[in-house]
């Protein structure tokens, strides 16, 4: 099936550091979404996008949709203590088809 | 807007008992639901999506029998867990696409964590 290869697998840095992670397939997908999941709660909606190409900025998060459209990364600028989460890339091929497919996360450890 | 709620938010049960989980979209209407399972410290794992009045699709390798999904009404759909076995302990959640956000967007709920002993 198809698969969202995502990395880095985890991540410990100092506050005020960057942040990057990026996805990956051998598919094409038409919407690329990037989740930030705290402990023992649902995902939340960062940042979706739509077009290939596209670059959008969510406050201090931005992310880029391939424009091969097999991959999209984000990133997260001057990092702060309550970045800290687990962070899934997701991706669905678009149309009738609404069904998500996860990346396997990036666990984000922000040292204050 | 487009809040979806999870019921219960844990719960423990014995081995060979019944457990359901209620997922509401509270400010919209859903067409469409999802069910998701998650174990520690792995992704989520779309386990069978829902659509209102009609019969689940269930992923490849989820027992349909095992997870029972009713989507009853455009605001509630259940997830029911029979004869629970330990491995059957994992994080569920369930998120909703429908009359809210844009692109089919999912809202998804604060899930359920399903423990049994």
């Known amino acids: 099936g198809q698969q969202l290869n995502q990395s880095p697998q985890s991540m410990f840095i100092q506050e005020g550091e960057d942040v990057s992670m990026n996805c990956t397939s051998s598919s094409i997908f038409n919407t690329w979404l990037w989740y930030k999941q705290d402990p023992g709660e649902g995902p939340v909606l960062l940042i979706a996008?739509?077009?290939?190409?596209e670059l959008t900025s969510n406050g201090r998060l931005t992310a880029q949709f391939g424009i091969t459209r097999k991959d999209s990364f984000l990133n997260i600028s001057a990092s702060i203590p309550s970045d800290v989460g687990i962070y899934f890339c997701?991706?669905?091929?678009?149309?009738?088809?609404?069904?998500?497919?996860f990346g396997k996360g990036t666990l984000l450890t922000v040292n204050p | 807007g487009a809040v979806v709620s999870q019921h219960p938010s844990r719960v423990i049960c014995k081995s060979g008992t019944s457990v359901k989980i209620e997922c509401r979209s509270l400010d919209f209407q859903a067409t469409t639901m999802f069910w998701y399972r998650q174990f520690p410290k792995q992704s989520l794992m779309l386990m069978a999506t829902?659509?209102?009045?009609?019969?689940?699709?269930?992923e490849q390798g989820v027992e349909k029998d095992k997870f029972l999904i009713n989507h009853a009404s455009l605001t509630l759909s259940t997830l029911t867990v029979t004869s629970a076995h330990p491995e059957d302990s994992s994080f569920y959640i369930c998120?909703?696409?429908?009359?809210?956000?844009?692109?089919?967007?999912?809202?998804f709920g604060p899930g359920t964590r399903l423990t049994v002993l």
């Open positions: 996008l739509y077009k290939a190409g």
């Open positions: 997701a991706a669905k091929p678009g149309g009738s088809n609404y069904k998500l497919t």
């Open positions: 829902s659509n209102e009045g009609s019969k689940a699709t269930y």
């Open positions: 998120s909703a696409t429908g009359t809210s956000g844009s692109d089919n967007e999912q809202f």
